[in-house]
Nanobody, 124 residues
Framework: QVQLVESGGGLVQAGGSLRLSCAAS????????MGWFRQAPGKEREFVAAITWSVGRTAYANSVKGRFTIYRDSAKNTVYLQMNSLNVEDTAVYYC?????????????????WGQGTQVTVSS
């Protein structure tokens, strides 16, 4: 049973940084695709970033490109999202997702497993 547990959310001032973690267990993740999504109040869930576990290829939403970095630590079975230069528009619940399909996936429907989410609040 694949489990994803996010952590690292919190309250931060605009311009600040946070690092989110997604601890994965219950699967052989070497060929998985991993992603981060977010959902702001009253809005649909949207793609943020994705990474292939095998070779570490990455992709980002235009809104976070240059500010966020996704990377993984295979020894710890953990995927991270380093978020810099945060602004109030980044306020959302952030979700980690995994798919047994290799490659980069940006659609919600492409992912089979989801974490419970972690709240990120950016104050002005």
């Amino acid at each position: 049973q694949v489990q994803l547990v996010e952590s690292g959310g919190g309250l931060v001032q605009a311009g600040g940084s946070l690092r989110l973690s997604c601890a994965a267990s219950g699967g052989n993740f070497s060929n998985y695709g991993m992603g981060w999504f977010r959902q702001a109040p009253g809005k649909e869930r949207e793609f943020v970033a994705a990474i292939t576990w095998s070779v570490g290829r990455t992709a980002y939403a235009n809104s976070v490109k240059g500010r966020f970095t996704i990377y993984r630590d295979s020894a710890k079975n953990t995927v991270y999202l380093q978020m810099n230069s945060l602004n109030v528009e980044d306020t959302a619940v952030y979700y980690c997702a995994a798919t047994r399909k290799g490659g980069i996936w940006t659609l919600i429907s492409s992912y089979e497993f989801w974490g419970q989410g972690t709240q990120v609040t950016v104050s002005s």
